[in-house]
């Protein structure tokens, strides 16, 4: 069966005033299915409210543009309240309720990327919300929800009728939210773009990685996740997972060109991306990025907490570690060809620069 790699643009699933929600649609985006991964997108204009809810998949949310309030409730804990912005990772595990607010003018928009084994479907995020029309409660009747509440008729008809608006709504003007607490943000989240850098290539790119080791909480959700930083008219080191994980990338900035060699030495995609698109490399194979003049930025989960990688070029490639007999061996070419081979690349590591 032949593999679509095509990156895809998230569709719009409902929303209204107060904004809306994307996701990628599994059909469209076949890989998906076949790696049981999720991902959807939250866009709330000013005083957007997206209502407590909660998912039946784990995920890692990153914060793409704007700023505003996010509460999460994990099983059985209070409820932390955390100010987000640009650059915001945060862990959310099987389990946690979560809600989001927007009192700023710019639009807030969050990424959701998650494992999607254990969902009633494969590929996509289903969400119950606590309230509105579709709220689990709407489904019980009166008698049910009076007893659990320990509240009268009257009340539980307001309680479970008074909202109408699915999801998301536009909240008044001066509408008091809860205030966010700075000692709530510590162990929940991460902000990818003031995180100490783990690479950083003088005119190739940078990264930051999300592993158990800044954010412990990532190890409950079962995922890995960094923010690529690629320069101007640089490259990608040709790269695979080397633990059999999945790697899911967003384009978060920029525009570039990627090549994905899979089974056989196939060029299975060959595409230029840009911002908003989502792309998914099958276990084992091997993808390439070079940017555009403006640069390229992505966010990527990989299918474990804590991933290991291996790139195929540059000096920390498996080709400095092989021996030279057997590289010219397996390549079938002269001795001059071999050293000319094996001299090239010897400082640089994951990132390249544009050639002079």
Request: hydrophobic share 40%; aromatic share 8%.
């Amino acid at each position: 069966m032949e593999l679509d790699l095509t990156p895809k643009l998230a569709k719009k699933v409902y929303g209204g005033d107060g904004g809306a929600y994307y996701a990628w649609c599994p059909n469209e985006l076949p890989m998906l299915r076949e790696g049981n991964i999720g991902a959807s997108k939250l866009v709330l204009e000013k005083n957007g409210f997206a209502m407590p809810r909660y998912s039946d998949s784990a995920k890692v949310a990153y914060v793409l543009q704007g700023s505003g309030v996010a509460g999460i409730v994990l099983p059985e804990k209070e409820e932390k309240v955390l100010a987000i912005k640009k650059g915001d990772s945060i862990a959310l595990p099987f389990g946690v309720t979560t809600w989001y607010y927007n009192k700023e003018d710019t639009e807030l928009a969050i990424l959701f990327l998650g494992d999607t084994s254990k969902a009633h479907k494969a590929g996509s995020f289903t969400d119950f919300s606590l309230t509105g029309p579709t709220g689990i409660f709407t489904g019980f009747s009166t008698e049910f929800v009076c007893r659990a509440w320990d509240l009268d008729e009257t009340t539980v008809k307001a309680l479970v009728g008074s909202q109408t608006a699915n999801g998301i709504v536009k909240l008044a003007p001066g509408f008091k939210m809860p205030e966010p607490k700075k000692e709530h943000y510590n162990g929940m989240a991460l902000n990818c773009e003031e995180a100490p850098l783990d690479v950083d290539i003088k005119g190739g790119g940078k990264v930051v990685l999300l592993n158990t080791k800044n954010l412990p909480l990532v190890g409950e959700v079962g995922l890995g996740a960094d923010l690529v930083r690629l320069n101007g008219g640089a490259m990608c080191s040709p790269g695979m997972s080397c633990d059999s994980a999945l790697q899911v990338t967003y384009i978060v900035r920029g525009s570039g060109r990627v090549q994905v060699v899979g089974i056989d030495g196939k060029r299975v995609l060959e595409t230029t991306v840009k911002a908003g698109n989502l792309f998914i490399v099958p276990r084992f194979f091997v993808v390439s990025k070079i940017s555009d003049a403006d640069g390229l930025d992505w966010f990527s989960i990989i299918t474990t907490p804590n991933p290991i990688f291996t790139h195929l070029a540059g000096r920390t490639s498996v080709w400095k570690a092989l021996s030279p007999q057997v590289l010219q061996a397996s390549f079938n070419v002269p001795e001059d060809v071999e050293k000319k081979f094996s001299s090239m690349r010897k400082a640089e590591e994951i990132f390249f620069p544009p050639p002079n």
